[in-house]
Nanobody, 129 residues
Framework: QLQLVESGGGLVQPGGSLRLSCAAS????????IGWFRQAPGKEREGVSC????????QYGDSVKGRFTISRDSAKNTVYLQMNRLKPEDTAVYYC??????????????????????WGQGTQVTVSS
C-alpha cells in the first residue's frame, strides 16, 4: 500500500524559498498522478500543483504559477515542490497526494480540484518576517 511522507516545511521570510519533499513507499510513484495541496486555517483546501504519472504534464494554481515548480525523482521515489518568492499568503499545511486514476494530461486544471486517493500527513509552511 502506498504511503506518503512530506518533509521540508518550516518558517521562512517573505521572498524566501523552501523545497518540500514527498517520499513514497510501498509502490512506485511512476504509476501515480501526484498533487500538492494546501490548507490554511479557516480556508478550504486548495490545489497547488500536480504532475502526471508520465512526469511530463504539470498544472499549477493561479496563485503559485511562476513561483512554484513540481518535479519527480524516480530513483528516489520522491516528488518535490520547489517554492520560490514565498508570500505570507502561502502559509498553510501542505499535503502531497497520489492517485492511480487521475489523468493530468486530459483533465488539465481540473486535476487540481479532484479528490486524490492517498494522502500524506502534511507539513507546515509559515511565511513571516
Amino acid at each position: 500500500q502506498l504511503q506518503l511522507v512530506e518533509s521540508g516545511g518550516g518558517l521562512v521570510q517573505p521572498g524566501g524559498s523552501l523545497r518540500l519533499s514527498c517520499a513514497a513507499s510501498g509502490a512506485s510513484l511512476d504509476r501515480y498522478a501526484i498533487g500538492w495541496f494546501r490548507q490554511a486555517p479557516g480556508k478550504e483546501r486548495e490545489g497547488v500543483s500536480c504532475l502526471s504519472s508520465s512526469g511530463i504534464s504539470t498544472q499549477y494554481g493561479d496563485s503559485v504559477k511562476g513561483r512554484f515548480t513540481i518535479s519527480r525523482d524516480s530513483a528516489k521515489n520522491t516528488v518535490y515542490l520547489q517554492m520560490n518568492r514565498l508570500k505570507p499568503e502561502d502559509t498553510a499545511v501542505y499535503y502531497c497526494a497520489a492517485d492511480l486514476k487521475v489523468r493530468v494530461e486530459s483533465m488539465s486544471r481540473y486535476a487540481l480540484n479532484v479528490t486524490y486517493n492517498d494522502w500524506g500527513q502534511g507539513t507546515q509552511v509559515t511565511v513571516s518576517s
